[in-house]
């Protein structure tokens, strides 16, 4: 395998760090925060009903984000050396903070009341859909360090 994610030095800080077992838990919980978000707003999209737990859930979906991605920057820390944007998850940090940052601005809208709630709901979906795209790279990353791991074995 060509593609080498870690060095044995940072494997084993990686196997070693309970940074990893948070990340473990946090990333299937935050998916399954972000599944039932969704069905509440599409609802609200679709129906014109369920605003407010649609709020409430985009509102938790954002706190998971916000959550996984602090405990992600000590991760990298302790693998890696650097907080974030080691080389080994470069674009993936990257498109993490157009995630941040889709998230923040549907925040920003609902603070500020500078939205309609057809607005707030579109900025949510794309948020949606840039943080499956960003789960898409985590998961082929996750992909690759099984293979590398296989490879070494």
């Not at 990333?27 to 999209?45: E, G, K, M, N, T």
């Not at 979906?61 to 650097?82: P, R």
């Amino acid at each position: 395998m060509s593609v080498r994610l870690y060095t044995p030095e940072e494997r084993a800080r990686r196997d070693a760090t309970i940074w990893t077992f948070v990340q473990g838990v946090l990333a299937p919980v935050q998916f399954v925060v972000f599944l039932i978000s969704l069905v509440f707003v599409l609802r609200y999209l679709a129906s014109g009903e369920g605003y407010g737990i649609a709020t409430w859930s985009i509102i938790a979906k954002t706190f998971c984000l916000y959550l996984i991605m602090v405990t992600g920057a000590i991760w990298e820390k302790t693998v890696f050396g650097q907080y974030l944007f080691a080389p080994a998850f470069f674009w993936e940090d990257v498109v993490s903070f157009g995630v941040i940052a889709l998230h923040s601005l549907y925040l920003l809208l609902l603070l500020t009341g500078s939205a309609t709630p057809g607005t707030e709901m579109g900025i949510a979906l794309l948020a949606y859909a840039a943080y499956v795209i960003n789960a898409g790279q985590f998961l082929w990353k996750l992909r690759l360090a099984r293979l590398q791991s296989e490879a070494l074995a």
